[in-house]
C-alpha cells in the first residue's frame, strides 16, 4: 500500500488555504477518490512526493516537460540567468532569440507575441482576430479546451470535462452567445454552421489534435476542411498548438497533417517549465497588435528572461541536428511512445480488457471502451469507473499518469527504454485489476 501520510496532512492543511487545496482543479485529483501526492522535487522522468516516493512520470507538468525535469542544460542557464536579475520588464536580446527558433519550427508564425500562459495567448489571439475580421462570433468544438477566459469556457474539456460542468457560473449569457461550439471531427457540424453564418464568424479556434477530452486526432482530412470552410468565408483558422505544438511532430499539428493556420497559440513546452505562451501568424494580422496596431494586449511579466531562457534552452534540444544514424529528438519520443503503447495493448489484450489505444507523437493515452473514440461524446462514454481502478493501481505501482481519463500523457527525452518496460509490466498489473 502507496504511503501518502505527509501528503495526506499537507492536502489537508491546503484544503484551509486554496479552493479545493490547489492552484489548479485536476491536481486535487477529486474524481479518483485519494489524496494527490504532494511533490518535493522531480529529476529527469522521475517524480518524488514528500513521503518519499519515487514515480515514473507520464505527465510532465501537464506537457512542458519534454526534455525531463531539471534537464542540466536548463538548469545551468536558468542559474546564470537569474544572477542577472529576474524581470527588467524592457526588451532583452533572448526574446528575439527565441522567437527566431519558434519561426524557423513553425514558418507559419511570421510576427509572434510572447505571453505568460496558454489561456492569455487563445485569449489574445481571439481579441485579434475579432479585431481583424471585424466580425464578434468564433466557432469551437466541443471538449476542446483553450484555457478558461470567459468566451472560451463554453464546452470545453479538461478540468472542466472532470469535474462536468459544461460552461462556468459567471460566463455571462452575452458572452457565451457570441460562442458556438459544434462537435469536433463532424465535418456536417461544422459546414453547416459555416454555411449559415460564416460570413459573421471572426475565427475558427482548434486544438487540431485535441488532448482535452483525452488524446484524440483528427480524422483524416478533418483539417483540411476546416481550412477550406474558413477560406471561403474569410474567417480566421486558429490552431491553438499549446499542448500538441512540439508534440504532435516538431512543428506541431500543422507540420504532420500540412494544414497552415491563420494564427498559432504554443504554449507548455515553449516556455521548458517556466510560464510562456505565445500567439502568432501571418504578418498582416499580428501587425494590428499594439503597439504596432490597434488591439491591445499587454503583460508586466511578458517575455521574462528566466521564462524566455528556459523555453529557449529546451527547444534548442529538441532542435538539434541528431548524431549521425540516430533519429532526431521528436521521432525519438514517436518511437517511445509507439513501443509503450504496443505494450499496453497486448496486456489489455491479455488481461481481457477492451481499450482504445491513442497516439500523435509524445501525446497518448487510452481509453476504455471497446468502440472507437472521435469525439468528446465517444470520450465520455468511455468506463470512467475501470479508468480509476487502472490509475490507482499504476500510482501504487510508481507510475504516474494524469488522475482523468479526459486528460493527454507525454512521453519525455528522460524515458529510458527500462522504465517503459516497467511501464508496460506495471500496465499489466492494473488491466488485471480492471478484469477482476
Ligand atoms: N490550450 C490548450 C490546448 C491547453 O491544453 C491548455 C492547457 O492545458 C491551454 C490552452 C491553457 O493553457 P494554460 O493552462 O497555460 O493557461
Known amino acids: 500500500m502507496l504511503n501518502l501520510k505527509k501528503s495526506a496532512a499537507a492536502f489537508a492543511e491546503a484544503k484551509t488555504l486554496m479552493p479545493g487545496g490547489v492552484n489548479s482543479p485536476v491536481r486535487s485529483y ?15 522522468d522521475k517524480i518524488y512526493d514528500i513521503d518519499g516516493n519515487e514515480y515514473i512520470d507520464y505527465v510532465g507538468s501537464w506537457g512542458p516537460m519534454v526534455v525531463g525535469h531539471a534537464h542540466p542544460n536548463v538548469v545551468r542557464a536558468l542559474q546564470e540567468a537569474a544572477a542577472r536579475g529576474t524581470s527588467y520588464g524592457a526588451p532583452t536580446c533572448v526574446e528575439s532569440d527565441l522567437a527566431k527558433l519558434v519561426m524557423k519550427v513553425y514558418p507559419s508564425i511570421e510576427v509572434i507575441r510572447m505571453v505568460n500562459s496558454g489561456t492569455e495567448a487563445t485569449m489574445s489571439a481571439l481579441r485579434l482576430a475579432r479585431g481583424y475580421t471585424g466580425r464578434e462570433k468564433i466557432v469551437k468544438f466541443v471538449g476542446c479546451y483553450h484555457g478558461h477566459s470567459d468566451s472560451l469556457l463554453v464546452h470545453a474539456g479538461s478540468g472542466m470535462a472532470t469535474f462536468g460542468v459544461p460552461s462556468s457560473p459567471g460566463v455571462t449569457r452575452g458572452t457565451a452567445q457570441d460562442t458556438i461550439s459544434v462537435p469536433y471531427n463532424d465535418v456536417d457540424a461544422i459546414t453547416k454552421i459555416m454555411e449559415e453564418m460564416g460570413d459573421e464568424i471572426a475565427a475558427v479556434i482548434v486544438e487540431p489534435v485535441a488532448g482535452n477530452m483525452g488524446c484524440v486526432p483528427p480524422r483524416q482530412g478533418y483539417l483540411r476542411t476546416l481550412r477550406r470552410l474558413t477560406e471561403q468565408h474569410g474567417t480566421l483558422l486558429i490552431f491553438d498548438e499549446v499542448m500538441c505544438g512540439f508534440r504532435a511532430s516538431l512543428g506541431g499539428a500543422q507540420a504532420a497533417y500540412g494544414i497552415t493556420p491563420d494564427l498559432t497559440c504554443l504554449g507548455k513546452i515553449i516556455g521548458g517549465g517556466l510560464p510562456v505562451a505565445a500567439y502568432g501568424g501571418r504578418r498582416d494580422i499580428m501587425m494590428k497588435v499594439s503597439p ?11 517575455g521574462n528572461p528566466l521564462a524566455m531562457t528556459a523555453g529557449l534552452e529546451t527547444l534548442k534540444i529538441i532542435t538539434a541536428e541528431p548524431e549521425p544514424g540516430e533519429a532526431d529528438y521528436s521521432r525519438m519520443l514517436t518511437l517511445k511512445t509507439k513501443k509503450l503503447l504496443l505494450g499496453w495493448q497486448e496486456k489489455a489484450r491479455k488481461a481481457g480488457v477492451a481499450i482504445q489505444a491513442h497516439q500523435a507523437g509524445s501525446m497518448f493515452g487510452i481509453f476504455f471502451n471497446e468502440h472507437e473514440v472521435w469525439d468528446y461524446e465517444d470520450s465520455c462514454a468511455s468506463d470512467q469507473e475501470a479508468f480509476k481502478v487502472w ?21 519525455s527525452g528522460a524515458h529510458s527504454e527500462e522504465d517503459i518496460e516497467r511501464t508496460i509490466d506495471a500496465a499489466g498489473n492494473a488491466f488485471e485489476q480492471v478484469a477482476k
Open 391 to 411: 490509475f490507482l493501481s499504476m500510482l501504487e505501482q510508481g507510475i504516474y499518469l494524469a488522475p482523468s481519463q479526459f486528460e493527454t500523457l507525454f512521453m
Open 30 to 44: 477529486a474524481n479518483v477518490g485519494c489524496n494527490p501526492p504532494f511533490i518535493a522535487r522531480a529529476q529527469g
Open 292 to 302: 504596432a496596431g490597434p488591439v491591445y494586449q499587454a503583460g508586466t511579466l511578458s
